[in-house]
């Protein structure tokens, strides 16, 4: 049996690919050591937040799971910035850490064109330099025409608590050693990351009352299409019957029944136990030299670097409905278990926790994505593609973007057709695969909404819209929601325009709604016809028009350098004039583009002036 | 071989019309090769002279026969080896003793020995394509090759030595700091890091602002120095406005000729004062007139006074104030104007304290060639008070434009900063990004193929 697709590792990444490329039409497979393992949430069980919201948005729009999981099996909803402009607000949802996966194994289960198998994929099957599939730990071979890597922190993972440490790719789960192995004799370049968790603690050992409420958003702000339309029609007819589908979890209407999660902080004694206990921490006794999350700091972290900071927030974040264990967020470490224990207990309504798992750091291997096209699929063999947390980036939502793209370019592959591939000014996702196909990565890569140079452009509530040609292409969204798109964006067009048009006194309707304090529901003269989305978008792209306009003559007069192909013929060595190391990043990089090119750190515009003047004279 | 720059270069590199010596330049892999060819000496040929090395010689014609070839010019010629050379390339200095016509023809015979004549700006272009100079340094270049006096020249090599790059990186990193400091308020929730306070961030935007404004002024002084001072003469007909520019000019060099084809009617001369440059420009006749032509002039000369640094306000002291004398002194700027008496000797009707308030009146008598020393000390004055006296840097026109730009993106920021509305700190943040990229774009820091394009195009050839 051949398979169009196959994916190695069911993560978050390894989920979206399977699904798209099966969706598509072509023969999947989804490898997974462990079939209840897939889709497991490794660390904090919360879908969302500051960017990687917007990605999830854009997963929705392109015909991606993560959105519509997350809807499904949240326990809280928020929205966080939501004074500081649209452009920057993003929704958060903790899910259920039991049933998210539950849920995403039902899908896959269910999903036409995808079998799973049960295996550890050992090596990459390459056959006089053309991939053929892949070998398992069984000594199987599997045929493939088309393979996606998404091993996660899998290869060579090594963990650390203290000074303890042992292989292994999550807790409780094997590393995969072999994969990491094949990968460097194919010729790629693996490096080390690291990553940590917190320790979890029981629910019934912790004193709420000593901290600070935080209730979800009523009514809760949703990621997908889908539940936010059927939420709709359930509120329009009453029917309280709606419930989780494809599997037996209890009932229960998304969004309804919120859990809160609750503040503390620490205090001055934690800072002293963790200050002299600093020597056991894997990070700091030397054990772990690979590089961590700068923006996801360990608590050992955050104590050392911020000094003059007396106290850190700590959230405390229930994991599920059935689940008893709560996600203490902030408190990521690497120490020996009994300072673990001591620690905790400092913090106000933790002093009788029960921790029962421990927190711990993790190191693995990460392939340099620079090593890939825009497709995600890698320079170096033909078919082979990457995606996630291997690729070097940290989160759910980044993993499930990349899955998403790599899935959709394997299945393209197979059924001969134009790679898909988004532009920075477009989509965040764009601006994900773009930064690690072109600058690569040092650190665990997460998104920010400072990453996208057309921020305004690129928001959460806009995502459909920015997406809708890819969708209809790609096909495998739901066709009523690309028609229900193209509806809205031609209301929105005519509304604005006729805002443009209508006058009120000297001023037009447009610069009334321009006005800071002034809102589409509060517009004298507006249409209460319009859907309330439409009315939304309305309001939010007259309100950022002048912002806009001035982007899109930037990506305008951008376009001539992005769009300037660099030859096959030239040859990096051969340019003298290029200093040492621009030659090698160029070499190491090959940019497609004079714009690409441009992005590269470390490239100045003397080079690119340089590299000009060679494409012009058509000679090296 | 340097791929970018395989072929050799050459161009007169000093401003036509000088006398004295002329200096022919030779930049490229076969610059050596080609001197081999042309250049005779005693001794060694320059290909097997050291770099940083010069020798005396002749550059001969390629007449063959019996005769031979002929010295074209007995020169110095300079040797400097890749990459201590001023375009890192090998280049090949000669300094001619012949003047323009013999270095025409020196240009020539290093062409047909296989040289390419330059293309304007070349040599620079090359010095920055070979990482030899920064962009601001290579628009000095420009500066200095146009630099119509010491002082200007001093600024423009000022410039060379990077005084000015590194004001301007300091101004950009603090941008880009400030605007980090915003963007992470936006990436992150209250929570997760450290409280950056909006005020701080203010301040320091503040600071950015206020050292954009200053290099904003030093611009009027950059073009005071670089292009020289403007100053126009006025009047009615046959007040004697023609005798004094010559009267100004004769005692000075003139260097610069009449902008030919651009007026009939306006005359634009330069010379030298206390070290200044200065453009004069005699007008017409300031009257009502019904002649087209005239008063087609008249127009042109109102576009000069609004432009103009210092205006001279030529009139006949034997006859009085007339009414249309009146308008014209009500018009004037008291502090950059100088009032001429003329024609004192004709006998004097106005005295110097009834348009004392007009400007500064000098009293003199220019037919009998009575040095106007007055007019010279009272010009040099007005022209020194306009000149800030922050010597540390000046801009140039391109400079000027993006910093504007900067200036606007960073009030733009600072309001929003101001509105007290959280909602603010995003349009801040993009201001602040536009406010870098236009900075970015005096420094090179960021970069467009227009850019250079237009910088470039600017140069004189030989440079
Ligand atoms: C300890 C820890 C702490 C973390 N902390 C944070 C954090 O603070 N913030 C944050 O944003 N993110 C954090 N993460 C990261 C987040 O969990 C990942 O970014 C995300 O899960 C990556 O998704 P993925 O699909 O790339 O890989 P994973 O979710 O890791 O999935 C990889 C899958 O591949 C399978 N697999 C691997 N190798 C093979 C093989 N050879 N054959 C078959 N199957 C294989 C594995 O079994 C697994 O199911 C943390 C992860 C860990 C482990």
Known sequence: MKYGVMVIGAGHAGCEAALAAARMGVKTALLAVDRTAIARMSCNPSIGGIAKSHIVHEIDALGGEMAVNTDYTGIQFRTLNTKKGPAVQATRVQCDKAFYPTRMQAVVDQTPNLDVIETLATDIWVENGKLRGVRDSNGETLAAETVVITAGTFLRGKIHIGDESFEGGRIGEKAAYDLSTSLESLGFRLRRLKTGTPPRIHRDSIDYECMELQPGLDPPPMFSWRAKRELFHVEQSGDDLFHVEQSDIRPWRPGSDQIPCYLTHTTPETHAIIEANLTRSAMYGGQIDATGVRYCPSIEDKIVRFRDKSSHHIFIEPEGRINDLVYPNGISNSFPKEVQDEFVRTIPGLSRAELVNYAYAIEYDFSDPTQLDHSLESKLVENLYFAGQVNGTTGYEEAAGQGLIAGINAAIKVIRGTPLILSRHESYIGVLVDDLVIKGTDEPYRMFTSRAEHRLMLRQDNARYRMRDHAARIGIVDPDMVSETGRYAEQVESEIERLNRVRRGDRTLAQILRRPDMSYGELDGRDETLPQEVARQVEITLKYDGYIQRDLERIEKARGMEEKAIPEWVDYNAIKSLRTESRQKLNEIQPRTIGQAARISGINPSDIAILSVVIKRGRA | ?463
């Open chain 2, 1 to 463: 071989m340097n791929m970018i720059n395989d072929d050799t270069i050459a161009a007169i590199a000093t401003p036509p019309g000088e006398g004295g010596i002329a200096i022919i330049r030779l930049s490229g892999p076969q610059a050596l090769s080609i001197a081999d060819r042309v250049f005779e000496c005693a001794g060694l040929p320059p290909s097997k002279r050291a770099g940083n090395s010069f020798v005396h010689g002749w550059i001969f014609d390629d007449t063959t026969g019996e005769a031979g070839p002929e010295v074209i010019d007995e020169v110095i010629l300079l040797v400097y080896r890749a990459p201590h050379s001023y375009t890192r390339d090998d280049v090949i200095e000669i300094q001619g003793h012949g003047g323009a016509v013999c270095a025409r023809r020196i240009l020539r015979r290093l062409i047909d020995a296989g040289a390419r004549s330059a293309d304007p700006g070349e040599f620079t272009r090359r010095a920055f394509l070979n990482g030899r100079l920064d962009l601001l340094q290579a628009e000095a270049v420009l500066d200095l090759i146009r630099a119509r006096s010491d002082r200007a020249a001093t600024m423009a090599s000022d410039q060379l030595n990077g005084s000015l790059s590194s004001l301007f990186n300091d101004i950009y990193d603090n941008l880009v700091s400030s605007a980090a400091d915003l963007e992470s308020s936006l990436d992150f929730s209250e929570d997760e890091l450290p409280g950056h306070v909006i005020p701080e961030i203010q301040d320091r935007v503040r600071t950015a602002a206020e050292d954009l404004a200053r290099l904003r002024a030093t611009w009027d002084e950059g073009q005071i120095l670089r292009e020289g001072a403007l100053v126009v003469i006025t009047g009615q007909p046959n007040v004697g406005k023609s005798t004094l520019l010559n009267r100004l000019l004769t005692s000075q060099r003139a260097i610069v000729s009449g902008t030919p084809g651009t007026t009939r009617d306006t005359i634009e001369e330069g010379f030298i004062l206390n070290g200044l440059a200065v453009r004069l420009v005699d007008t017409a006749g300031l009257r009502e007139t019904d002649c087209e032509v005239e008063r087609e002039g008249i127009a042109r000369a109102g576009s000069y006074i609004n432009r103009a640094d210092v205006q001279i306000y030529v009139m006949d002291a034997s006859i009085g104030i007339g009414t249309e004398d009146r308008t014209n002194l009500e018009r004037l700027d008291g502090d950059h104007s100088i009032i001429v008496l003329n024609k004192i000797d004709l006998g004097q009707a106005v005295e110097a304290d009834e348009v004392r308030a007009y400007g500064t009146p000098i009293e003199c008598c220019l037919i009998n060639g009575v040095a106007p020393d007055g007019i010279k000390d009272a010009l040099s004055t007005i022209i020194e008070s306009g000149i800030p006296q922050m010597q540390q840097a000046a801009i140039s026109e391109r400079h000027r434009s993006l910093i504007v730009n900067t200036i606007t993106s960073v009030d733009e920021g600072l309001s929003r900063l101001g509105e007290n509305e959280e909602s603010g700190v995003l349009l801040a943040a993009n201001a602040l990004r536009d406010a870098i990229e236009h900075l970015g774009l005096v420094t090179g820091r960021v970069y467009h193929d227009e850019l250079l394009e237009s910088v470039f195009s600017r140069f004189c050839v030989g440079k």
